[in-house]
């Protein structure tokens, strides 16, 4: 795989359903979705949508990888997730065999290894076997098998959003 399948960005301040403004310090969600471009390719997208909108019943057409409730930030505040909230975007997208979250699902992987919230017990195939520090049980990742440079890349992406300066 050359490319990361996926492109994260700043929450958008408006509405994905209703197109109303999202004001910062306003309690949103974020949803993340899987959509396909016009070039064939499969992506993952960032979608945000006012609380009681998405309560409702407001979702996007294509399939919710993962969602997660956050506050809109200040127009010039450094992005960032919190690591509870990255762990629920994890633990959500288990089980998904789109080629866009199993590598967003990967990348989250190593970042919480890289913060020592998941330890690396071993390898089986193409998976990583790990747990979380001081919990029972196992959860495996699908090795995407980027290239060096697609994989450099995705971290710096996925670094971005969460306020690490770079994944990897």
Same mark, same amino acid.
């Given at each position: ?8 960005? %700043? ?6 359903? #209703? ?39 407001? %979702?996007?057409?294509t ?5 997660? %409730?956050?506050? +809109? ?11 509870g909230?990255?762990?629920?975007v994890f ?13 967003? %699902? ?6 919480? +290894? ?8 071993r ?7 790990? #747990? ?7 959860t ?13 890349e995705?971290?710096?992406r ?11």
């Amino acid at each position: 795989m050359t490319s990361p399948g996926f492109e994260l960005t %700043r929450p958008a301040d408006t509405c994905h359903a #209703s197109g109303a403004a999202i004001e910062p310090g306003t309690p949103y969600v974020a949803v993340l979705t899987e959509v396909v471009g016009e070039d064939g390719e499969a992506r993952v997208e960032r979608l945000s949508y006012l609380i009681e909108t998405f309560e409702n019943g407001s %979702r996007p057409e294509t399939p919710v990888l993962a969602a997660w %409730r956050s506050v +809109m930030p200040e127009p010039n505040a450094a992005p960032s997730l919190p690591l509870g909230d990255l762990r629920d975007v994890f633990e959500q997208l288990e089980g998904t065999d789109a080629a866009a979250a199993v590598t967003l %699902r990967y990348l989250i992987a190593l970042v919480l +290894m890289r913060k020592k919230k998941l330890v690396l017990q071993r390898t089986e195939g193409e998976e990583l076997v790990l #747990s979380y520090r001081g919990e029972d049980g196992e959860t495996r990742v699908v090795d995407p098998k980027l290239d060096h440079e697609a994989l450099a890349e995705a971290s710096e992406r996925l670094g971005d959003l969460i306020g690490i300066g770079g994944a990897s």
